[in-house]
């Protein structure tokens, strides 16, 4: 359960969202609480927060108000250097821009109204070297460009992820009827390459979404990623959803997300076998 305050109708839009939106922020919290504490006093010329489809700040779960991913960051205890946030939607990013003046920040956020995978350039160049980021990437389907995760990963830069990978949303409902056969298809420009056109086609559907993962991780791999981990974000009715990828260049990251990752929203445990 979050110890963060609720917030309050304040007029400005609240998107409607759905209760999946708020397990993704539990173990977003949880492993922001445990990266800025654990790498506060560590020789970083900063702690950086990176969030490219930010939102409004405020959404509405099912009837019950609750913060947003970038709002979260802004109430970190440990605070972050500064907040990198983008936001495609303009009365999403104005209400954004409001709301984030209420909680004080060690430096001014860098707030960018654009297309993430546009934008990406202009927020690592905001972020001075031998920082220490954490990068959320919940994009709305298949719009998360590999090309974008190249340029977070580049080599003088330290960036632990997060990323929302809908594989059994868009990935898999479309991979068939519109992606299949299309060179510049949004499964393939996500993915970085279209491997996973032979893999799926040779293969029972059972397996089609570890295959899309594993070749999603092989791709990461090759832009210096040597940790993962991941949760798998279900339906109610326990139908899986899409999978939240956890990724780090460095050992301490796979071991922070591995132990915040162990209990649920509802507070019951996850056993590490």
């Not at 019950?64 to 979260?72: E, H, T, V």
């Not at 205890?77 to 409001?98: D, I, T």
Request: with cysteine; glycine share 6%; charged share 25%.
């Amino acid at each position: 359960m979050s110890n963060l305050p609720k917030p309050e109708d304040d007029g400005l839009i609240i998107p409607d969202v759905k209760i999946q939106s708020a397990d993704k922020h539990h173990y977003l919290e949880r492993y922001i609480n445990i990266f800025t504490q654990g790498m506060k006093n560590k020789p970083w010329a900063g702690l950086h927060y990176i969030d490219l489809f930010a939102g409004a700040g405020i959404e509405n779960v099912v009837g019950k108000l609750d913060w947003g991913s970038p709002l979260i960051a802004a109430q970190s205890e440990a605070k972050f250097s500064r907040l990198h946030l983008v936001e495609l939607n303009a009365e999403k990013f104005s209400a954004l821009s409001k709301r984030i003046e209420a909680f004080v920040q060690p430096n001014a956020p860098q707030l960018i109204l654009g297309d993430a995978n546009e934008k990406v350039v202009e927020v690592v160049s905001q972020i001075p070297e031998r920082s220490l980021s954490l990068a959320f990437l919940d994009p709305y389907g298949l719009h998360l460009q590999f090309d974008t995760l190249k340029v977070l990963a580049g080599k003088k830069r330290r960036i632990d992820m997060l990323i929302l990978f809908p594989d059994h949303m868009d990935a898999l409902r479309n991979c068939f009827a519109y992606y299949m056969g299309k060179p510049d298809s949004k499964l393939t420009t996500v993915l970085g390459t279209d491997r996973w056109e032979g893999e799926l086609e040779n293969s029972s559907q059972s397996r089609h979404a570890d295959i899309l993962r594993d070749i999603y991780i092989d791709q990461l791999k090759g832009l210096g990623y040597e940790w993962f981990d991941s949760v798998r974000i279900c339906q109610k009715q326990g139908r899986s959803l899409y999978r939240l990828i956890f990724c780090s260049k460095h050992k301490r990251g796979g071991e922070f997300f591995q132990k915040i990752s162990l209990k649920q929203r509802d507070g019951q445990t996850t056993f590490d076998f």
